[in-house]
């Protein structure tokens, strides 16, 4: 199954607490990235957000952004008593070591950190479990345009695969003759050193020692079954991007070495339709989960 990296889903929801909006935005990416940008108040969430967005998407660089409107106070800020003490303390010792006259007032404690702290007013297990259902619709809004998406990769994929598929065919046909133009090949350069007709066994020599080296069955054997193993792979497994990656290097590979075996223009033609046709199928897979 073929899935897109690219993606964006949408999801609001709301109740008596709060209303939520969360957006992801998924791209291309080697790996699983992922990014949550949320609300301070809701801060403790981000990993129980992180693992849900995880085991959906599985791939990508990955934005969750999520807004949230309460409807009734979530925190509750309190005094912290022992730390006030402490503040005033100091402040009384900073008066008296400076031989200073100045009243304490509330702006000289609030330089102090930790003197208030904020105790949730509300249900936490009814936040989380709303932010996680809010979070894993948007998830699957997102995975079905990556499906969607996904579909129209296979079907530009399997266009390029079935121009693969007829230039190795062409390929194949080409190689029976490989002898023969060695022989042709040869008999031209030794006519134009020599007048005689006894170098016919010499010439069929030569042409079969060079017709043995330019033999491309096994790549061509390697290429059909990369071919037939990239359809399989494509069809039934997933994730299956960073495999059907390595099985377009393969194929680029033997392709390469069919170019440096053959010397006949027709198959040269074909090489290079075929890498143009690979390169196009590497640039699809690069947008694959």
């Known amino acids: 199954m073929l899935k897109s990296m690219t993606g964006f ?12 909006k969360v957006e992801i935005k998924s791209i291309n990416s080697k790996y699983n990235d992922i990014t949550v940008r949320l609300p301070r108040v809701l801060s403790a969430m981000e990993i129980p957000i992180r693992s849900i967005v995880q085991d959906k998407l599985v791939r990508g660089k990955i934005d969750v952004s999520i807004e949230a409107r309460f409807n009734k ?16 303390n100091v402040l009384e010792q900073m008066k008296t070591l400076g031989g200073l006259n100045d009243e304490i007032t509330l702006s000289h404690l609030l330089g102090f950190a930790d003197l208030v702290e904020y105790s949730f007013a509300t249900d936490l297990n009814e ?21 969607a998406e996904g579909s129209n990769l296979r079907r530009n994929i399997i266009i390029h695969l079935n121009t693969i598929d007829q230039l190795a065919k062409r390929v194949d046909a080409a190689k029976d003759d490989i002898f023969m133009y060695w022989v042709d090949r040869f ?19 030569e042409a079969a020692i060079y017709a043995e ?54 198959i040269i033609n074909a090489v290079v339709e075929a890498k143009s046709a690979v390169d196009s199928i590497r640039e699809q897979i690069q947008n694959i989960v």
């Open 187 to 205: 008999k031209v350069k030794v006519a134009e050193l020599v007048n005689s007709s006894d170098y016919n066994d010499r010439i069929i020599q």
């Open 213 to 266: 080296k330019a033999d491309i069955k096994e790549e061509l054997a390697r290429i059909f079954s990369h071919q037939q193993q990239f359809r399989g792979v494509m069809d039934i497994e997933f994730p299956c991007g960073k495999k059907l990656d390595f099985l377009c290097q393969e194929m680029y590979r033997e392709w390469n070495t069919i170019a440096s075996k053959s010397s006949k223009v027709d």
């Open 9 to 20: 889903g949408r999801t609001v929801a709301s109740n008596e607490l709060c209303d939520i």
């Open 127 to 147: 936040l989380e479990n709303l932010l996680k259902t809010v979070v894993s619709e948007c998830a699957d809004d997102l995975d079905r345009m990556r499906i």
């Open 73 to 88: 106070p979530v925190q509750t800020p309190v005094l912290n008593r022992q730390q006030y003490v402490s503040s005033m």
